[in-house]
């Protein structure tokens, strides 16, 4: 539990906790690019050691989403997101959650084993993309939540399909 990419992966709470309180652009998107690092880095070292496990597996996607969750409350709250672009920005996560708590409960889906998948990369790296535009260029924040809602919409058809492709015949 206590590997170098797990302890990369929960440096992400920490980020997350700190976000609420920062307020200038520089140390917001300093704080967004530190996580974007985490990230690469969790997943790049687990991979060169060997090291990839179900702990990390469990717990790098978990901090991501406390992660941008945190950042997007934040940005929320404080105006420089609507309610719309926060959603939008949300819907791959709020979908991804349904479907692994459907897949939980419906017994010929208990046995699938939810992976990342190409499209929920890119729906993470230009989630973090917005994250940083937010306060650096604020004017490029509409375009690029169009980005991840269309990237959104292909993700959770994505993850649907290789669900239901990888279901256990009951």
Same mark, same amino acid.
């Given at each position: 539990?206590?590997?170098?990419?797990?302890?990369?992966?929960?440096?992400?709470?920490?980020?997350?906790?700190? /976000?609420?309180?920062?307020?200038? =652009?520089?140390?917001? #998107?300093?704080?967004?690019?530190?996580?974007?690092?985490?990230?690469?880095?969790d997943g790049f070292i687990a991979r060169a050691r060997?090291?990839?496990?179900?702990?990390?597996?469990?717990?790098? =996607?978990?901090?991501?989403?406390?992660?941008? /969750?945190?950042?997007?409350?934040?940005?929320?709250?404080?105006?420089?997101?609507?309610?719309?672009?926060?959603?939008?920005?949300?819907?791959?996560?709020?979908?991804?959650?349904?479907?692994? +708590? %459907?897949?939980?409960?419906? =017994?010929?889906?208990?046995?699938?084993? /939810?992976? #990342?998948?190409?499209?929920?990369? +890119?729906?993470?790296?230009?989630?973090l993309i917005v994250l940083l535009a937010v306060p650096?260029? =604020?004017?490029?924040?509409?375009?690029?939540?169009? %980005?991840?809602?269309?990237?959104? %919409?292909?993700?959770?058809?994505?993850?649907?399909?290789?669900?239901?492709?990888?279901?256990?015949?009951?």
């Amino acid at each position: 539990m206590l590997s170098v990419p797990n302890m990369l992966s929960l440096s992400r709470v920490v980020l997350a906790a700190a /976000f609420p309180f920062v307020r200038t =652009p520089a140390w917001q #998107a300093t704080l967004v690019a530190l996580a974007g690092a985490t990230d690469f880095l969790d997943g790049f070292i687990a991979r060169a050691r060997h090291a990839d496990n179900k702990w990390g597996a469990l717990l790098d =996607p978990i901090t991501d989403r406390i992660f941008v /969750f945190t950042a997007l409350a934040t940005y929320l709250l404080v105006g420089q997101l609507t309610t719309g672009q926060y959603f939008i920005l949300l819907a791959r996560d709020l979908a991804t959650a349904i479907g692994f +708590l %459907v897949a939980r409960a419906v =017994p010929w889906l208990r046995g699938v084993t /939810f992976k #990342a998948r190409l499209t929920g990369k +890119l729906v993470t790296t230009f989630q973090l993309i917005v994250l940083l535009a937010v306060p650096l260029v =604020p004017s490029a924040v509409r375009p690029l939540v169009i %980005v991840v809602g269309v990237l959104s %919409v292909w993700s959770i058809i994505d993850y649907t399909l290789a669900l239901w492709r990888a279901r256990v015949p009951a």
